[in-house]
């Protein structure tokens, strides 16, 4: 049987992580059909008229409308195989995390690791507030000089926490990567075992089917097996360079 295509891209919602990047409607590439023309095609309403009449002036006109080349000659396409018929199962993602120990563990240290650098960050923030305030208690009495001299100080203590900061959040966000990326790893090979042990050939996301029957959900079959698998998952110590502790472990397993 060939291997069922499978990703987390369902449960990232519940995966930590900084921000995530969705792409506007507005700047989809997606062809949109041109309104129909001609004898009997509905006049622009006044709506469209009041868009026209409000465009900023300057603005890029709508590019006009062009034939398209004559379509090329299609080559005739021999018949192929018919496809096996579609032996269905449904997998519930998010069911299947909670359910997972590795999952929870690494949400949960994540989760401290976060507030720990949360908490590190305000209590800095304080400090340049305080420092802020005394240089500012400080003009009308401390020569040009020395005034110039701690302001400079200030900004560079900003700078390099800033930058530490960062860098903390940034082995935060491989530390989990990689922790998920280990579990992400056994479950694609449990969902193939569980669902080449049901026949079945194609196997859905739970939030893609609005009714199916419960024979057809294999979540909690797969749940089952990746606890047994994967009890816990290995994740870099806290402030690690990811690429060193993987390579570091790479090579004590092969001796």
Same mark, same amino acid.
């Given at each position: 049987?060939?291997? *069922?295509?499978?990703?987390? !891209?369902?449960?990232?919602?519940?995966? *930590?992580?900084? &921000?995530?990047?969705?792409?506007?409607?507005?700047?989809?590439?997606?062809? #949109?059909?041109? /309104?129909?023309?001609?004898?009997?095609?509905?006049?622009?309403?006044?709506?469209? &008229?009041?868009?026209?009449?409000?465009?900023a002036?300057?603005?890029?006109?709508?590019?006009?409308q062009?034939?398209?080349?004559?379509?090329? /000659?299609?080559?005739?396409i %021999?018949?192929?195989a018919t496809?096996?018929?579609?032996? *269905?199962? #449904?997998?519930? #993602?998010?069911g299947?995390?909670?359910?997972?120990s590795?999952?929870? !563990?690494?949400?949960? %240290?994540?989760?401290?690791?976060k !507030?720990?650098?949360?908490?590190?960050?305000?209590?800095?923030?304080?400090?340049?507030? %305080?420092?802020?305030?005394?240089? $500012?208690?400080?003009?009308k009495?401390?020569?040009?000089?020395?005034?110039?001299?701690?302001?400079?100080?200030?900004?560079?203590?900003?700078?390099?926490? $800033?930058?530490?900061?960062? $860098?903390?959040?940034?082995?935060n966000?491989? /530390?989990?990567?990689?922790?998920?990326?280990?579990?992400?790893?056994?479950?694609?090979?449990?969902?193939?075992? #569980?669902?080449?042990?049901?026949?079945? +050939?194609?196997?859905?996301?739970?939030?893609?089917?609005?009714?199916?029957v419960? %024979?057809?959900?294999?979540? !909690?079959?797969?749940?089952?097996?990746? +606890?047994?698998?994967?009890?816990?998952?290995? *994740?870099?110590?806290?402030?690690?360079?990811?690429?060193?502790?993987?390579?570091?472990?790479?090579?004590?397993?092969?001796?």
């Open positions: 049987m060939r291997n *069922i295509r499978f990703d987390l !891209a369902a449960a990232a919602a519940l995966m *930590i992580a900084c &921000s995530a990047v969705v792409p506007a409607l507005a700047q989809s590439q997606w062809f #949109v059909p041109k /309104a129909p023309s001609g004898p009997g095609a509905p006049a622009p309403g006044p709506r469209a &008229s009041k868009a026209a009449a409000a465009r002036p300057g603005a890029a006109a709508p590019a006009p062009v034939g398209l080349p004559a379509l090329p /000659a299609l080559p005739q %021999e018949r192929g496809p096996p018929a579609a032996v *269905i199962g #449904v997998l519930d #993602v998010s299947v995390l909670r359910s997972s590795a999952y929870q !563990a690494v949400q949960k %240290e994540m989760a401290a690791r !507030a720990a650098l949360d908490a590190d960050a305000q209590k800095e923030q304080s400090v340049w507030r %305080e420092m802020n305030q005394a240089l $500012t208690d400080q003009q009495t401390l020569p040009a000089d020395q005034l110039a001299a701690k302001q400079k100080a200030l900004q560079d203590r900003v700078s390099d926490a $800033t930058k530490q900061f960062q $860098t903390r959040d940034q082995h966000q491989d /530390a989990a990567n990689y922790a998920f990326a280990q579990i992400q790893q056994v479950l694609t090979s449990i969902l193939n075992q #569980v669902a080449e042990s049901h026949g079945m +050939n194609l196997v859905l996301y739970q939030n893609q089917v609005v009714l199916s419960r %024979e057809f959900d294999i979540s !909690a079959q797969v749940a089952q097996e990746l +606890n047994q698998v994967l009890p816990s998952v290995l *994740i870099p110590p806290d402030g690690a360079d990811v690429a060193a502790f993987a390579r570091a472990h790479e090579a004590k397993a092969k001796k």
